[in-house]
């Protein structure tokens, strides 16, 4: 049963922002740790996995609530601008794009137009479709681009400038969502990024400690390190950022569609800079760039009477995959919450084996045949399950990838096959949700891949991905930002698309829109949207519990918990004394979920306080 609170109706136009942190950089220094990376693997680490000193500030117990529209995401402007375009009659679909682009203006990190993402989009008559955007190699990527002549991977070259950025899909994306389930013009749902872009925002102490906490990666970048540098004399909270540039390749990009990124003038300053400064994409890259409608996975469970769906995210994503293996392999394991050592270590050791098999199966569909049948097959789930000893650590040395199959007879998968539905014309990474008074309801994930992405920022003014460090680099040596191994179907290829783990996910409850979610994080974003959706589906904590509850990850490889500082050192402990290896993180995931109260309707706006998360509704 679901435990929500319920409160008097909100102002009209409800919004919860989170206090901004007060630290020094010089503090931030000193806490800058490499966790969970094995050893020799983590020349860089993403954003999402270095420590941050804690911050001491409230966190909220309630979530945001409204009648009608509501969205969640990492920036209270990007959820304004959002909550704009729903008061103006649009529908979350239109509410998603104009989020998007404005998050590409506000949170340089991760909002983009120079990289790619995923949207799950959920409409209240039960048409679903997930859009993949994710960025390709470019026409002149080989397999071992980033090996060098001694054999050696060359971490920093799939992760820092030119050579590190695949073919953006951002732009194409969005207008594919936009043309097949919005409403409104991509000029109006522009609208509010191109104001933000033109007229400027105030920095935030956010934004400012992270360009400092970038500036050496920016300023190796001459529009990098004007824009976001202010050429070296560094921004304060409170300055204004105004980007010119960006704006004006917004406005070309409302007024011309997305041909203009893919073949205008954005495509031959995009293709310019990468000629003169040694990168791969070319306008032939790019104009051959197509996002995609893929078939979502499905999978349906009975919890005292009720029935749950959830609806999440295919291959090139690995992550709707593993969150559906996950919950098969929790189906009878009874889970009590996180301060219950047995919980934990149940989850732990379903995470390790879904992880191995991730390593092993997962990669972009159109290249080659992943087994999604049977690894999302309930059988499967319980023979895995199987191999677990309730009471100590596995070791990873000893789990492997399994042999995914489904059902010989009986019940079916609760899968759908690697489809393609239309192809469209045409440390970060950042989540967000938006649900319409209609309850049409959108999930969307988005990544330049590491923060700042390649720190490369194109003269049309948007910062460029880093995302070619998500392939299968080197096989058996694990990636440098995350320390993923993966398969040699993962590998370097013109047109692949390198696997993800974006998992943005949806939940129904007795056929009904029940709970949005999803994370960034690289690996953890499986895991903290696993355990969003354990929190909200099988524990029953209202919307803003399921976010603030303490997370943990393990991912096989190095064969560790990462687990959150909210942990109890006697957790710790705890799981210790089963024979794990505990690495301790200050914080996992950032998911912006937003929760649907079963008895009021009311949308409940959850945005994760680990950050500046903020919920808008009206
Ligand atoms: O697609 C992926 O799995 C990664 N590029 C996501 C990176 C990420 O989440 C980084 N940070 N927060």
């Keep these: 049963m679901l435990l929500l609170l319920t409160l008097p109706a909100e102002s009209p136009h409800t919004v919860f922002s989170f206090p901004m942190p007060l630290k020094s950089f010089l503090t931030l220094v000193l806490f800058c740790a490499n966790l969970a990376l094995p050893l020799g693997a983590a020349a860089q680490a993403a954003a999402e996995f270095r420590d941050r000193p ?39 679909v239109d509410a998603a794009v104009a989020t998007a682009f404005a998050l590409a203006v506000v949170e340089p990190a991760a909002g983009n137009i120079g990289g790619g993402g995923f949207m799950l989009v959920h409409l209240a008559n039960g048409t679903t479709n997930f859009f993949d955007y994710r960025e390709v190699a470019p026409g002149k990527a080989t397999r071992d681009m980033y090996v060098g002549p001694d054999g050696k991977l060359d971490d920093a070259a799939s992760t820092i400038g030119y050579r590190s950025v695949a073919v953006p899909g951002t732009v194409a994306g969005l207008a594919l969502v936009l ?12 609208s509010p990024a191109i ?32 824009i976001f540098l202010n050429g070296g004399r560094m921004y304060r909270a409170g300055d204004t950022l105004r980007q010119p540039e960006l704006a004006a390749t917004l406005k070309r990009i409302a007024k011309n569609g997305p041909a203009e990124f ?85 989850v732990v050791e379903v995470m390790r084996r879904v992880f191995a098999d991730r390593a092993a199966f997962l990669a972009d569909p ?106 299968t680099t080197q096989p058996g040596v694990p990636n440098a930002l995350f ?73 096989w490889l190095p064969d560790q918990i990462g687990m959150e500082k909210l942990f109890s050192a006697e957790m710790e402990e705890q799981m210790k004394e089963r024979g794990y290896q505990v690495k301790r993180r200050g914080h996992i995931g950032l998911v912006n979920a937003i929760g649907i109260d079963v008895k009021t309707g009311e949308r409940c706006g959850a945005a994760d306080p680990r950050d500046n998360g903020a919920s808008a509704g009206y």
């Design 179 to 190: 043309k097949t389930h919005g409403t409104m013009n991509l000029s109006v749902v522009m």
């Design 483 to 555: 320390g993923l191994i993966q398969s040699e179907a993962n590998t370097i290829a013109p047109g692949k698309r390198p696997l993800s783990s974006m998992t943005p996910t949806i939940v129904l409850r007795d056929g009904q829109l029940s709970f949005v979610t999803g994370s960034p994080g690289g690996p953890t974003i499986i895991s903290a949207t696993l355990l969003s959706v354990l929190n909200w589906m099988r524990l029953g904590m209202d919307a803003q519990s399921a976010i603030n509850a303490p997370r943990f990850h393990h991912q």
């Design 54 to 92: 804690d911050i001491p500030k409230e966190w909220p117990r309630e979530p945001v609530r409204s009648a009608h529209g509501m969205v969640a995401s990492d920036e209270l402007l990007a959820s304004e601008a959002g909550v704009e375009i729903l008061k103006r009659g649009g529908n979350a």
């Design 366 to 471: 159109d290249f080659s045949n992943v087994p999604v049948a049977g690894l999302t097959s309930p059988c499967y789930a319980k023979e895995l399950v199987a191999t677990i000893d309730p009471l100590r650590a596995s070791s990873s040395k000893e789990i492997h990838a399994g042999n995914p199959h489904v059902c010989t007879s009986g019940v079916s998968a609760s899968v759908a096959p690697n489809t393609v539905i239309s192809l469209g014309e045409g440390p970060h990474t950042t989540h967000f949700s938006v649900v319409d008074a209609a309850g049409n309801a959108v999930a969307s994930t988005t990544t330049l891949n590491d923060s700042y992405g390649s720190h490369v920022t194109s003269s049309a003014g948007f910062l460029l991905n880093d995302e070619m460090d998500d392939f």
């Design 262 to 346: 893919y073949q205008g003038q954005t495509a031959r300053l995009l293709a310019g800079d990468m000629a003169a400064l040694g990168g791969l994409i070319t306008l032939d890259d790019l104009a051959h760039y197509q996002p995609k409608i893929r078939a979502v996975l499905r999978a349906n469970y009975t919890l005292e009477e009720h029935r749950w769906e959830v609806l999440s995210s295919p291959p090139p994503s690995s992550g709707g995959v593993a969150v559906i293996q996950a919950l098969n392999m929790l189906q009878d394991v009874p889970l009590k919450g996180w301060d219950d050592p047995q919980s934990v270590h149940m």
């Design 195 to 226: 104001r933000l872009a033109e007229q400027g925002f105030p920095i935030s102490e956010k934004l400012a400690r992270e360009f400092a906490e970038e500036r050496p990666g920016l300023q190796r970048f001459s529009m990098s390190s004007r």
